[in-house]
């Protein structure tokens, strides 16, 4: 298993920034891509960000287009969210993901999620 720790939520006004932070842990894993994911309350969990640990392809949510960045510290196996212009439909609970490969198997973990608020 991969531990995933994230960081960096909080409240932030609009037209603010935030950077999380995800950081995995574990033994014995390799990791191939990593990513961010947000639920807001009452919809479904949707997919924000993504990158490849070689960086070769990076995809987003049209709706974070232009505003959001993501990027990795692939010495550190962390992944960053930078968020800039930030909106009140942004407030969400973010979700790092990771997809790796542990003792030859591939799978993906979650981390627990942080809040971000973005309200005056």
């Known amino acids: 298993q991969v531990q995933l720790v994230e960081s960096g939520g909080g409240l932030v006004q609009p037209g603010g920034s935030r950077r999380l932070s995800c950081a995995a842990s574990?033994?014995?894993?390799?990791?191939?891509?990593m990513g961010w994911y947000r639920q807001a309350p009452g919809k479904q969990r949707e997919l924000v960000a993504v990158?490849?640990?070689?960086?070769?392809?990076?995809n987003y949510a049209d709706s974070v287009k232009g505003r959001f960045t993501i990027s990795r510290d692939n010495a550190k196996n962390t992944v960053y969210l930078q968020m800039n212009s930030l909106k009140p439909e942004d407030t969400a609970v973010y979700y790092c993901?990771?997809?790796?490969?542990?003792?030859?198997?591939?799978?993906?973990?979650w981390g627990q999620g942080t809040q971000v608020t973005v309200s005056s």
């Open positions: 990158q490849t640990i070689g960086g070769t392809n990076t």
């Open positions: 574990g033994s014995g894993f390799s990791i191939n891509a």
């Open positions: 993901k990771a997809w790796a490969v542990v003792a030859g198997i591939p799978r993906d973990d």
